[in-house]
Nanobody, 127 residues
Framework: QVQLVESGGGLVQAGGSLRLSCAAS????????MGWFRQAPGKEREFVTS????????YYIDSVKGRFTISRDNAKNTVSLQMNSLKPEDTAVYYC????????????????????WGQGTQVTVSS
């Protein structure tokens, strides 16, 4: 069973950058699609971005395209989210997620594929 631990959140001014990391335990990490979700106060959890098992394919929601970059290092069991040009509306708790039920899945872009979650890390963007 894969376990996920996020880090890297914090407070940043609008226009600034943050890099989130997610460390995964378990030898089978490289088989699974990984994603990042976020949840702002009073709002539903939102699917932000994902990456397939090999790292060759990625998905982004429109509001973060060109600003956020997801990547993974299967040798180190980590997935990262580089966030640039941050906006106040990016403020949320960010969660790392894994599609742990489907090895080598093709549906990395489907938010409903993700079944395993980290504890979350807070990102606050001040205006």
């Amino acid at each position: 069973q894969v376990q996920l631990v996020e880090s890297g959140g914090g407070l940043v001014q609008a226009g600034g950058s943050l890099r989130l990391s997610c460390a995964a335990s378990g030898r089978t990490f490289s088989r699974y699609a990984m994603g990042w979700f976020r949840q702002a106060p009073g709002k539903e959890r939102e699917f932000v971005t994902s990456i397939n098992w090999s790292g060759r394919s990625t998905y982004y929601i429109d509001s973060v395209k060109g600003r956020f970059t997801i990547s993974r290092d299967n040798a180190k069991n980590t997935v990262s989210l580089q966030m640039n040009s941050l906006k106040p509306e990016d403020t949320a708790v960010y969660y790392c997620a894994a599609d742990s039920a489907h090895a080598y899945s093709l549906t990395y872009y489907d938010r409903n594929s993700y079944d395993l979650w980290g504890q979350g890390t807070q990102v606050t963007v001040s205006s």
